[in-house]
């Protein structure tokens, strides 16, 4: 007898997993035979990532014995929640490592959002994120971003109209992805003061805020909140060290650790041992500041060539773009009729990637806007990306 998967009983939550426009990039360019410059998926620059050194560690983390092959405790290894407490200055109750930040993301979500709960985001934000909360069957109720981040007058006014105000704020307030923008001081003092005359709990994904080209952006909301319990902090190595390790850490109350092990054991038991020993062991080197002055150095250059590229190329298009202060991405905007979702695949013909806008919001919008990462690619690729991104615009658009 045949089933048709169609008639098979899935569970409601099936019809709310949507994937990620995002990681699914990586299968769509895997599978492309001609040269693409990849400015779609946020990924490190290649020599960013510290491969010499992690080799070289894993050589040792492998050679160490049945250990490093062992089931692990949930909360993390040992010696890892040592590193980390001296890496982010917090005591190991308030923490858990996990696979990577997606996984902190779906399991704050598995702790706090219900069917039907509304959850506030900043449109555009991250699909994956937003994918995670529509997993749990949450509402999204999208906020605007402007030049200081997310518009949280805006986000009052919203929230304060619902028949009850949104249960979780998602926010990526620094070196946003994909917009770049990073909120402000005076508004995240705002956000928190406004979710707590919610009672709401506030997520902060904050893979970039180590990534600064100048100075430092502002405290984390974690860091202002004082440990209040209702400010979840989802963090990662993935932007600062390796993403294939798929090593992250959560930062909350030790009551809400306690809950989230427990999520976690019936998820995957404990995170990927011998990625968690690399990791222990590159932290315990002691380099990670220098590493990161590294990157900071990196992702500047590569940044401000993008923008020079954007200016040649796009500028005379009347495109406009943000000017991140850190982080992996700019978001470009384009006059009309340019539509990113339907330039997409003239786009990859003509050999760039990038992430059409819509795929950052629910529903329609945003199809005049693009992510770019400036981050991966050298700069010469990048100005070549870009100057294809132009010549597709042109040959679809003709514009004057
Ligand atoms: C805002 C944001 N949150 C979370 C993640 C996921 O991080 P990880 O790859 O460690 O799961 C990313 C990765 O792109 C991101 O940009």
């Known amino acids: ?22 990681d699914s990039s990586t299968s769509l360019l895997q599978r492309q035979t001609h040269d693409i410059v990849r400015l779609a998926m946020g990924s490190p620059a290649a020599e960013a990532i510290p491969s010499e050194v992690l080799g070289a560690i894993a050589a040792e983390v492998y050679a160490a014995g049945a250990p490093t092959f062992d089931y692990g405790p949930t909360e993390g290894e040992a010696g890892l929640l040592d590193q980390l407490e001296r890496f982010t200055g917090t005591g190991r109750e308030r923490l858990l490592v996990t696979a990577g930040g997606m996984q902190g993301l779906d399991l704050v979500c598995k702790l706090f959002v219900d069917p039907g709960d509304v959850v506030a985001v900043e449109a555009p934000t991250y699909t994956n994120g937003s994918a995670t909360i529509a997993s749990y069957e949450g509402r999204l109720l999208e906020v605007p971003v402007d030049e200081d981040g997310l518009v949280v007058d805006a986000l009052a006014e919203l929230g304060d109209a619902l028949p009850r105000p949104p249960k979780m704020i998602y926010t990526i307030p620094t070196f946003q992805n994909p917009s770049g923008k990073t909120l402000s001081l005076r508004r995240r003092g705002e956000l928190l003061a406004l979710a707590e005359r919610w009672g709401a ?9 180590r990534l600064a080209f100048d100075g430092s952006p502002p405290p984390s909301l974690v860091s202002l909140s004082d440990e209040a319990p209702w400010v979840l902090g989802v963090q990662t190595f993935s932007k600062i060290v390796a993403p294939g390790l798929r090593c992250g850490w959560i930062e909350a109350a030790p009551s809400v650790i306690a809950l989230m092990i427990a999520a976690k054991q019936c998820m995957d038991t404990c995170s990927n041992v011998p990625a968690q020993l690399l990791m222990e062991r590159f932290l315990a080197l002691g380099e990670m500041d220098a590493h990161l002055d590294r990157l900071r150095t990196i992702y500047r250059r590569r940044k401000e060539a993008m923008m020079r590229s954007l200016a040649a190329s796009l500028g005379p298009l009347g495109a406009t773009w943000t000017d991140p202060g850190g982080g992996f991405f700019t978001w470009v905007s384009f006059p009309p009729p340019i539509d990113t979702r339907e330039l997409f695949e003239a786009a990859l013909a003509a050999g760039v990637a990038y992430i059409p806008g819509d795929a950052f919001v629910t529903g329609p919008g945003s199809t005049d806007s693009l992510r770019l990462c400036f981050a991966s690619c050298t700069s010469a690729r990048a100005e070549l990306g870009v100057a294809r991104l132009r010549d597709a615009i042109v040959a679809r658009y003709n514009p004057a």
């Open 1 to 22: 007898m045949s089933i048709e998967p169609a008639t098979l009983p899935f569970a409601a939550r099936a019809d709310r997993l949507t994937g990620s426009e995002i």
């Open 201 to 209: 709990v506030v997520l902060e994904d904050d893979p970039y805020g």
